[in-house]
């Protein structure tokens, strides 16, 4: 599957857009796919820290446990995922300072179905371009979420 690549201003400082990601607990109130976090290892966040979470796509349930890859504070947040029949994915979030305290967020996401060339396929067939639209989909919640708490 294509890698999905979206930037978005958030009108929130980094430090507090950073936290917000951070809180799994707050996944399913603005990712549009993300069902329920289903656990979450004990403690502050930091490489190795792990988060699994039920999603539905298309109607098909699945759950992804997340490992916490790369951690720099207000700045980059990187995670790899493990779903069902050893797919993988992975999330690389870079959070940049604007000039009017606002932060701008990249989001980028990749999906690696298993089965070779005829998983790629069958991934292409289910996903298409609905990636895409639900990470734009996400991130103006995010943006709403946040506004809404300022």
């Known amino acids: 599957m294509a890698p999905v690549d979206v930037t978005i201003d ?5 430090e507090k857009v950073f936290a ?3 809180d ?3 996944t399913p109130a603005w990712v549009t796919i993300c069902r329920a976090v289903l656990d979450v290892d004990p403690g502050a966040p930091k490489p190795g820290w792990r988060c699994k979470q039920r999603y ?3 109607g ?10 790369q951690l ?3 700045q980059h947040i990187s995670w790899s995922g493990r779903g069902p029949a050893r797919s993988k994915a992975s999330i690389q979030e870079d959070l940049s300072p604007l000039p009017d305290g606002a932060t701008q967020l990249r989001y980028r996401n990749e999906f690696s179905a298993p089965g070779g060339l005829l998983g790629v396929a069958a991934s292409r067939a289910l996903v298409g371009d609905t990636a895409e639209q639900e990470a734009i989909r996400s991130l103006d919640r995010l943006a709403d979420l946040l506004a809404a708490q300022t």
């Open 10 to 14: 958030l009108d929130a400082p980094p």
């Open 20 to 22: 917000f990601l951070l």
């Open 24 to 26: 799994m607990e707050q």
């Open 56 to 58: 539905v796509l298309r």
């Open 60 to 69: 098909a349930p699945f759950v992804v446990t997340w490992t916490l890859e």
């Open 72 to 74: 720099r504070p207000n």
